[in-house]
């Protein structure tokens, strides 16, 4: 399994978007999240600025909607460009049914709070699984250590079912936690703060690769 590196551009700067996005290059995708004021008590980024960073992006671009009624919004975008489409659990009425319907790669992201337990039987539905180290809504949050059992669990029941599907964290993930991720089966690492504070962020992206890599097999 390989190691996915994708940096959030929740907080870099807006004035220069193009600029930011080119200093990822090293990334595999350039994580955009979109958040409604509702699902998150925060509102950031919608479909234009989406649009925007698929046609100016080096890199793919993974989505994650923080949103309340993703059964509506999820296929438009991917109909967007975006190469990938995460929604979350919680929000989703029929999450196999939208699974379905999602022209891209599709993710199925979990709060905190939420178990893959109920998901099990439907992970081959999915490219990947987010499991949140944060509650979603903000950049810059701590690590949640106390993820990693689910993350454990999550991977070992794809191994159990003999799927291939990318676990993906997100949140508080920089070179002190992303050994930990990585330990407890993550493959796919989101990383805000930790890439766009760094003065080289490529070489940050590159540096979090490196950490990772001994423990993803
Ligand atoms: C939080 C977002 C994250 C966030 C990560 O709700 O989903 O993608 O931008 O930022 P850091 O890495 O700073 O925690
Ligand atoms: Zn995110």
């Known amino acids: 399994m390989s190691v ?3 940096p959030s ?3 870099c700067d807006f004035g220069h978007f193009a600029d930011e996005l080119a200093r990822i290059s090293t990334a595999d995708y350039v994580h955009v999240d979109v958040m409604d004021n509702h699902f998150v008590p925060n509102l950031a980024l919608g479909l234009p600025l989406v649009e925007a ?3 100016a992006s080096p890199v793919p671009v993974d989505a994650h909607l923080m949103i309340e009624d993703p059964d509506r919004w999820a296929p438009v ?3 967007a460009g975006c190469a990938s489409v995460t929604f979350h659990a919680e ?3 029929a999450p196999l049914r939208l699974a379905r319907e999602i022209r891209a790669q599709v993710g199925l992201a979990l709060r905190p709070a939420t178990g893959v337990e109920p998901y099990v039987d439907i992970l081959g539905e999915f490219d990947m699984i987010l499991v949140m180290t944060v509650e979603p809504g903000f950049g810059g949050q701590s690590f949640i250590e ?3 059992p689910k993350v454990s669990r999550t991977r070992k029941a794809i191994r159990d079912a003999g799927l291939d599907v990318w676990v993906q964290v997100d949140g508080g993930v920089s070179r002190s936690t992303i050994e930990k991720a990585a330990q407890a089966g993550a493959n796919n690492f989101v990383a805000g703060s930790a890439v766009y504070r760094a003065e080289d962020a490529a070489a940050e992206v590159e540096a979090l690769r490196q950490l990772a890599a001994p423990h993803v097999h």
């Open 4 to 6: 996915v590196i994708s």
């Open 9 to 11: 551009i929740l907080n």
């Open 53 to 55: 960073a698929v046609h």
């Open 77 to 79: 975008y991917a109909e």
């Open 91 to 93: 929000a989703a009425s």
């Open 146 to 148: 106390s993820m990693m």
